[in-house]
C-alpha cells in the first residue's frame, strides 16, 4: 500500500514525519535509487527506501522501552556539547530507539523510547492531551501555591493550568508537591516554580497517563514494556 515517505519514514522510527519531510527537502531521501520529493508516495513492502544511502524498513521489529532516566543525562540521541545522553543507557536492547517526549538533564524518572515513530507522534503531538504526574521536592512559601496552578507563558504561548497538590509538607526542608500537567512544554514545572519563588531540589516524573515507573526499575536501569502496557499507550 502507497503511503507518503515521510509517514513511512515515521513509521520505522528514523524520525517523526515532520523531521522527515526536513529530509526529504534536503535530498537525503531516495525511493528505488531515486531522491524523494515532498508528496511523494511509496510502498514500504515493494520500495527501495534510503536515508542517507542505508536502507529502512517499515515492517522492522518493534522495541519499546521503559528507562529510569537518571540526573545528568539529556534526552538525545547525541549532544553537541559532550553530556551523557540516554542513548548510552539502553545501548544494549538490540536497536536503535527514540526518546517519547523529554525530560531535561537535571530531571529524573519515567522516559519511554521506542523505535515505533507512529506512537512517538502519537504520544508527543499537541492534539493529544496525555497526563504526566510529577513529584517535586521544593522549598519556598506554600501560600503560593495557588500560583503554581495558573498558566505561564513559555515561548511566546500560554501553558494550560497545572495540578498541583500538596503531599507532604515537613516543618523544616523541603516539601513534596505533586503536579499534573497536560502538555510537554519545555521545563514547565521549573518555570512556574521560578516564577512563584519556590526551589526545586529534585523533579521526577512518576506517570504517563496511567502507565507508571516500575517500582522494582534501578535508577538508569530500563526493561521492555509488557503487551498490556504497549496495548494500553496505543489507545490513548
Same mark, same amino acid.
Given at each position: 500500500?502507497?503511503?507518503?515517505?515521510?509517514?513511512?519514514?515515521?513509521?520505522?522510527? &528514523?524520525?517523526? %514525519?515532520?523531521?522527515? !519531510?526536513?529530509?526529504?527537502?534536503?535530498?537525503? /531521501?531516495? &525511493?528505488?535509487? %531515486?531522491?524523494?520529493?515532498?508528496?511523494?508516495?511509496?510502498?514500504?513492502?515493494?520500495?527501495?527506501? *534510503? /536515508?542517507?544511502?542505508?536502507?529502512?524498513?517499515?515492517?522492522?521489529?518493534?522495541?519499546?522501552?521503559?528507562?529510569?532516566?537518571?540526573?545528568?543525562?539529556?534526552?538525545?540521541?547525541?549532544? @553537541?556539547?559532550?553530556?551523557?545522553?540516554?542513548?548510552?543507557?539502553?545501548?544494549? *536492547?538490540?536497536?536503535?530507539? +527514540?526518546? /517519547?517526549?523529554?525530560?531535561?538533564?537535571?530531571? @529524573?524518572?519515567?522516559?519511554?523510547?521506542?523505535?515505533?515513530?507512529?506512537?512517538?507522534?502519537?504520544?508527543?503531538?499537541?492534539?493529544?492531551?496525555? *497526563?504526566?504526574?510529577? +513529584?517535586?521536592?521544593?522549598? #519556598?512559601?506554600?501560600?503560593?501555591?495557588?500560583?503554581?496552578?495558573?498558566?505561564?507563558?513559555?515561548? #511566546?504561548? @500560554?501553558?494550560? $493550568?497545572?495540578?498541583?497538590?500538596?503531599?507532604?509538607? $515537613?516543618?523544616? #526542608?523541603?516539601?513534596?508537591?505533586?503536579?499534573?500537567?497536560? !502538555?510537554? %512544554?519545555?521545563?514547565?514545572?521549573?518555570?512556574? *516554580?521560578?516564577?512563584?519563588?519556590? @526551589? /526545586?531540589?529534585?523533579?521526577?516524573?512518576?506517570?504517563?497517563?496511567?502507565? $507508571?515507573?516500575? $517500582?522494582?526499575?534501578?535508577?538508569? #536501569?530500563?526493561?521492555?514494556?509488557?503487551? !498490556? !502496557?504497549?496495548?494500553?499507550?496505543?489507545?490513548?
Amino acid at each position: 500500500m502507497k503511503e507518503r515517505v515521510q509517514k513511512i519514514l515515521a513509521q520505522a522510527g &528514523v524520525c517523526s %514525519r515532520r523531521a522527515g !519531510e526536513q529530509l526529504i527537502a534536503a535530498g537525503r /531521501v531516495t &525511493v528505488n535509487g %531515486r531522491k524523494s520529493r515532498l508528496g511523494d508516495q511509496a510502498d514500504s513492502d515493494r520500495d527501495l527506501i *534510503c /536515508v542517507d544511502g542505508k536502507r529502512i524498513g517499515a515492517s522492522e521489529q518493534k522495541v519499546y522501552l521503559m528507562l529510569h532516566k537518571p540526573r545528568g543525562f539529556v534526552s538525545t540521541l547525541s549532544d @553537541e556539547r559532550g553530556r551523557k545522553t540516554v542513548r548510552q543507557l539502553v545501548k544494549g *536492547c538490540g536497536a536503535r530507539v +527514540y526518546p /517519547v517526549g523529554r525530560l531535561d538533564a537535571d530531571s @529524573e524518572g519515567l522516559l519511554l523510547m521506542t523505535n515505533d515513530g507512529a506512537l512517538t507522534y502519537s504520544l508527543t503531538h499537541p492534539r493529544h492531551v496525555i *497526563c504526566k504526574h510529577y +513529584y517535586v521536592r521544593v522549598k #519556598g512559601d506554600l501560600k503560593n501555591l495557588d500560583r503554581l496552578r495558573e498558566p505561564v507563558e513559555i515561548d #511566546g504561548r @500560554e501553558t494550560a $493550568p497545572a495540578e498541583v497538590h500538596l503531599l507532604d509538607a $515537613p516543618a523544616s #526542608g523541603y516539601s513534596l508537591l505533586e503536579f499534573v500537567i497536560h !502538555e510537554g %512544554r519545555n521545563r514547565q514545572i521549573r518555570t512556574l *516554580c521560578e516564577r512563584c519563588g519556590f @526551589e /526545586v531540589k529534585r523533579l521526577k516524573r512518576m506517570k504517563i497517563g496511567e502507565l $507508571p515507573i516500575d $517500582p522494582g526499575l534501578k535508577v538508569g #536501569g530500563w526493561r521492555h514494556l509488557t503487551d !498490556e !502496557e504497549i496495548s494500553y499507550l496505543k489507545s490513548l
